[in-house]
């Protein structure tokens, strides 16, 4: 079989050689390794090597010809092979691969170049040739004009971009074509446009023009407009690898917004609602319900209103997912009939004016850490120690000096600007509206009766105190009171019952929940296994909790299987409260803060710090007794903080 | 035996069925080298291949025309012999790799595992972090390849030195070019060897030129001569040492020769010199125009292709058919290409392993941690008290004042006062007693008991087996250091001064830090380094300086200094418990000062820094001698009403960045001191984490800072000798006062 032999990268930075002189004949028989060029980078003087054991056929350079690395140079094969076809594709596209057009596509144009119709306008979108300049063969020269063009403005000029001979024009006047369509072709004198090349190119204008179906690698090289986004099916929960569409809510032509619902997908763990991540029209969908699709696979797709989707690129999208692609296709558009004006794309809110304080305010980072902390302005201070910038001593002085006299009035509160104003309706969150919904599902289905206890808390305060000197984290009278419901919990197991038919299950593992405010609502995911671990184990893993919670990360597998829930109000003031059971669950916790109170012991009074406990207990499941001895064990356990 | 050289071309080599009717090979065997050739041979064609279409990128030194080499000496080579390999390694590893496979399914994944390397693929041997000059299976015996010409001869010297003291009766065969035999390591290496007497057999592949100069010359105009000997051999003379002079180009007589060596080696425990001559077919790398060597010399050594040779053996010997042969190059041929597919087709390395495998991961328990904290507080108050005891301790002479002190001490705080010299042999000998790969090498280490007397005793409490006087070359008690460590040994090395590291610096940054990393996780460097630094003895810039902060600059490495003999103590048992290469440098001026120290065991964990003194309004971060004037500057600051933090950071590398920052959080000022050059130092390092540290609540360490950090180190001038200047050129207690009322105020 005869081989090409093409010019191989001779050194790192080599990106083309001249031929210097040619060592072989046609004709002549060589071996691997044997020289047969000498070729000259922008390095040095290199000699190129047989790759091939054989005959020369055809050798398709000439001394003197500069031509880049991959390009074909020779045609080796054996002494009697006919390779008259090989040459004749060889030089044509001296890239012949027996592979498709597509391919010969990106190989002729290493030594053609397409000149494609500029954007002469900021908003031009589509020329009407009016008059055409050159014919092909003519010698062109880079900034030659070449076309006058008309367009929704004014009638311009098109210039080459190009310097060579015009091998072939692609338009005709009168012509519409839009911005990027291939104009025409330019190349060496001797270069050979072929058939399918120009098929090739025409095709791609011939796509554009109708918007018909094109194949993919086609669209692929083709921009999208602005707006076009896919939705995917996100990762819902920590373990989810795919979903099966439960249900099917957005719907075709219809707006969408950020946040609102697409579908309903059913995990392994859960039903869960995918939410779109962009405004604008859902243009598709590419999944049916009842299908089960993984992770990342695109699901809908999502366009400013006036930007049409064409059928190719749908299938392109839907490709994509069945082929293992995990690379983000560019999303090509069809302009088949372009947008009259484009929509002046929205304005980012310009940034809100900075404080204007005039002059820079000097200070170390530690005095504006600090002025924050006390909410004193760093601006009213003035420097005294260290005339050159604030420090905090400055901050302190002054923040004594405001505080001091502040004191001496009678109690005047500061509260920051209410958040909302009379009058005035504020949206439910998403968060809310399930809140909402679970409360009143709560109190319909769950007969609750409440057991109020007092804990002395005084031990475990110090306790802690002293546990936090060394433990490698801080450890809250959350985590205390958490590690004290899982263990009696453990004990008293019916209060992780729920009625299953006539028989209470009980829990498989003990997981408390925590009620977390977070910034749009409420959230209570749960601290999981806690019976099982140490008191420093919990507070880690409710550390990394409260944390994700607050970012916004808390999956659907840090919402399931809990079997009593902790609200603590403590922070707030809060004396004793009555929660409201989270459906799912058998009962929950209220406790309120520690507070110092005088406690008569043996005829003397001891300042003790006592903590108010109220637990709220679906009375389906467990019985007045039998939650009450629950509930004093917890105060057990709080009162022997070694035994947590 | 002593030097004397056996030139072995020209001589009969034994025909293949005369081998095999000794029972020495199989047919099969004889087949196989020539498969192993044709598989080198196409890898490198392959690659050469890949190369140009960029799919391979890279350096890229071909083994082409030298393959009878390795093949020969790993078919003479035993399972269990360990090999060291260059930045021409294609060779070496491949020929190992079939060696050690087992089936035809372990061969190819062998050649996958190459391909993938080279294309940087992560199931390429070293998951793609070394690629073709570093190519290499660490796990079958291979010390691994180096791209620093000459780089890996000390490792093999020290892996030799391990194969004796384990008594397992295997060799090393350490290959390496002409080139390198210029290098001051080769001359290290070798003289180093032949005085250890170690199983090594130094297999030099001589393919005439070093990158383009010729070793003896050549005709052509323009070239010079990298020697002004024929042949390497002759080299074997300055060691005493025997050598042979083989062709490279054939098989059979490479494994007889290599044989030969390798048994001379072993029974007498030996080094010895084999130089194989042969030829590369392409140019050192591929963009190499070969200008430097003629076509006519290239024709020459071509027709002496070893596919040739080995070929024409086995027609003419009708030991095979010319069918059965392309039948071998056809399997090669295939072997080569369906490797090529695997690699092609092998996923990229995740950038978010970027940082794996750079150390072995290593923790300490809470226990270890707790131990260190109580203990070493109490040290401190044991050494505090001790000064006091002594101070009013009764006793005719000095030292009998100082034995009652110290029996009180004992007494009241079950610790002994030990000076840090004394701290820093307990801690060796502890060690060495509880664990037999424990050995120490280096200058004076032995009789000596170490310059600084850091090794006192232990030769006599040892023997000359584990405390190894070497000759004074620096880079070869490293590197040595490296491939035992490679080998399975806990080695300390030890340099006189830390000054000597700019000689060694290439061991240990690329054997003994990068080792791991770069072959892919699969290697470990349990190595410690130990040496002083620091001015205080008037000695000048060559024996003075503090290099922490170029150590610092180390991936893979750990750094530590410290301050007090019971810190000498602890961390240096760490260290040398620590799969880790550690650099301990203690430091010149304290060898002398007294400590306590706990009778029990114990270890400091490595990266934690120790709160020497409490304090509010300042903190001064600091290690090595600096502790102790950072420590007298805090009383002095007492006295003027400040109260200053003193942070011993004890390891630099790992560096406890947090204690530093919480201490920063409360005092909002920093000071650093160091004997280190002020630009680009360690300070500035402290400074740099400081501002990025982020404690919980999202503020940085920046955030706390309420004047700008002051970094007090080592002028910028080389130490000098006289004493005043030497004195000026580093922090005083005089100077961290200042700079901590400047800062305060
Ligand atoms: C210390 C060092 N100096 C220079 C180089 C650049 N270099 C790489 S290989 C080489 C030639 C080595 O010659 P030789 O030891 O004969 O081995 P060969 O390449 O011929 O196999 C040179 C100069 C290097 N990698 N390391
Ligand atoms: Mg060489």
Partial sequence: MAKEVRLPQLGQTMEEGTFVSILVEEGSQVSKGDVLFEVETDKATLEMESPEDGFIKKILVKPGETLEVGAIVAIIGEENEDVEDMIQTSSDSNGADDSSSAQAKTAESETLKVITLPQLGQTMEEGTIVNILVKEGDNIAKGDVILEVETDKATLEMESTQEGVLKKLLVKSGDTIPVDAPVAIIGKEDDVVSQDYIDSLLSGKADANSGESTTASEVQSEQAPEGVKVLELPQLGQTMEEGTIVSIIAEVGKTIAKGDVVLEVETDKATLEMESTADGVVKAILVEAGETIPVDTPVAIVAPVDVEISQAYIDSIKNSASSDTTEAKPAPVAPAKPAPVAKPAPVAAAPKATAASGNKIFASPRAKTVAKELGVNIADIKATKDPLRIKEVDVRNYASTIASPAKDESAVIEMPQPEHQLGERVALTRMQKVVAQRMVESKQNIPCFYLNSVVDMTELVAFRAKLNKTAPVKVSFNDFIIRALGIAVKQFPIMAGQIVGDDIKIADSISVGLAIAVEDGLIAPMSKDVDKKSLIEVAQYNQDLIARAKSGQISPDDLSGGCITLSNLGAFGIESFIPIVVPGQCSILGTGWIKDELVPQNGNILIRKLMKMTLSVDHKIANGAYAAQFLDYVRKLLENPASL | ?745
Avoid at chain 2, 215 to 242: K, L
Avoid at chain 2, 339 to 354: G, I, M, Q, V, Y
Avoid at chain 2, 554 to 571: E, F, H, N, Q, R
């Fill in chain 2, 1 to 745: 035996m002593s030097y004397k050289i056996d030139d072995k071309r020209g001589k009969k080599v034994p025909k293949i069925s005369e081998l095999i009717k000794k029972g020495q090979i199989t047919i099969d065997d004889a087949k196989d080298w020539l498969r192993t050739i044709y598989e080198i041979r196409f890898f490198e064609e392959k690659v050469f291949e890949l190369l140009g279409k960029n799919i391979i990128k890279g350096a890229s030194h071909l083994y082409a025309g030298e393959e009878a080499i390795a093949t020969g000496a790993l078919a003479a080579m035993e399972i269990g012999d360990v090999l060291g390999s260059t930045h021409r390694g294609h060779g070496h590893c491949g020929a190992s790799g079939n060696k050690y496979a087992e089936s035809e399914g372990e061969r190819q994944m062998h050649w996958n595992r190459m391909m993938a390397e080279l294309m940087g693929k992560e199931t390429g041997y070293c998951g793609g972090r070394g690629g073709s000059m570093h190519i290499a299976d660490v796990q079958k015996g291979n010390l691994g390849s180096t791209g620093i010409v000459g780089g890996n001869q000390p490792t093999a010297v020290g892996a030799a030195y391990a194969e004796k003291y384990k008594g397992t009766g295997k060799a090393v065969v350490s290959f390496f070019g002409d080139g390198a035999t210029n290098t001051g390591t080769f001359h290290e290496s070798m003289n180093m060897a032949s005085v250890l007497d170690v199983p090594l057999v130094a297999v030099v592949e001589n393919n005439l030129y070093g990158m383009s100069v010729p070793f003896s010359g050549s005709p052509i105009e323009g070239t010079v001569r990298a020697s002004n000997i024929e042949d390497v051999a002759v080299r074997a003379a300055a060691y005493n040492v025997p050598a042979m002079i083989i062709d490279g180009q054939d098989v059979v007589a490479v494994y007889l020769a290599m044989l030969e060596a390798l048994s001379y080696a072993k029974e007498n425990n030996k080094l010895i010199l084999v130089e194989a001559k042969t030829y590369r077919w392409y140019g050192h790398s591929r963009s190499d125009p070969r200008a430097y060597r003629t076509k006519e010399e290239e024709k020459i050594w071509r027709e002496r292709d070893p596919i040739i040779v080995l070929s024409e053996k086995l027609l003419s010997e009708k030991l095979a058919t010319q069918e059965e042969l392309d039948e071998i190059k056809a399997d090669a041929d295939k072997t080569i290409n369906d490797a090529t597919e695997f690699a092609l087709n092998s996923p990229w390395p995740d950038p978010k392993d970027l940082a794996k495998d750079v150390y072995v991961e290593e923790s300490y328990s809470q226990a270890q941690h707790s131990l260190d904290e109580d203990l070493s507080k109490k040290s401190l108050e044991a050494t505090d008290a001790f000064t006091k005891a002594l101070e009013s301790a009764e006793g005719k002479t000095k030292k009998e004042k100082s034995e009652n002190a110290k029996a009180k001490i004992k007494a009241d705080y079950k610790m002994d006062v030990l000076t840090m010299g004394e701290a820093v042999v307990a801690a060796q000998s502890e060690e060495m007693a509880k664990d037999k790969d424990v050995i120490i090498m280096g200058e004076d280490v032995g009789l000596y008991g170490g310059a600084y007397g850091a090794t006192k005793g232990l030769l006599a409490e040892f023997g000359p087996e584990r405390v190894i006087d070497t000759p004074i070359s620096e880079a070869a008690i490293v590197g040595s250091g490296v491939g035992a460590a490679i080998r399975g040994m806990r080695p300390i090395t030890e340099l006189m001064y830390i000054d000597f590291l700019t000689i060694a610096l290439d061991q240990l940054m690329h054997n003994a830090a990068f080792n791991r990393y770069m072959f892919g996780g699969h290697a470990k460097v349990p190595m410690v380094l130990r040496s002083e630094g620091g001015v205080g003895r008037c000695i000048a810039a060559h024996h003075s300086k503090s290099l922490e902060a170029w150590l610092m600059h180390i991936p893979g490495l750990y750094v530590v200094m410290p301050s007090t003999p019971y810190d000498a103590k602890g961390l240096l048992k760490a260290a040398i418990q620590s799969d880790n290469p550690v650099v301990f440098i203690e430091h010149k001026a304290t060898y002398g000062q007294l400590g306590a120290v706990p009778t029990q065991d114990y270890i400091i964990p490595l990266g934690k820094a120790d709160i020497k003194r409490e304090g509010s309004d300042v903190t001064i971060v600091t290690y090595s001698r600096m502790v102790m004037f950072a420590l007298e500057a805090a009383k002095e600051l007492e006295k003027q009403g400040i109260s200053a933090e003193v942070i011993d950071l004890r390891s630099l590398k790992p560096l406890d960045i947090e204690t530093v920052a919480n201490s920063v959080r409360k005092t909002g000022k920093m000071i650093t001191a160091c004997e280190g050059f002020r630009m680009a130092g360690s300070g500035a390092e402290v400074v740099r984490q400081l501002m990025e540290y982020t404690f919980d609540d999202g503020r940085t360490g920046f955030d706390y800072l309420d004047a700008a950090p002051v970094n007090l180190a080592a002028e910028d001038v080389p130490p000098p000798m006289s004493e005043p200047l030497e004195l000026a050129s580093i922090p005083s207690i005089d100077s961290i006062v200042a700079a901590a009322k400047n800062i305060v105020a």
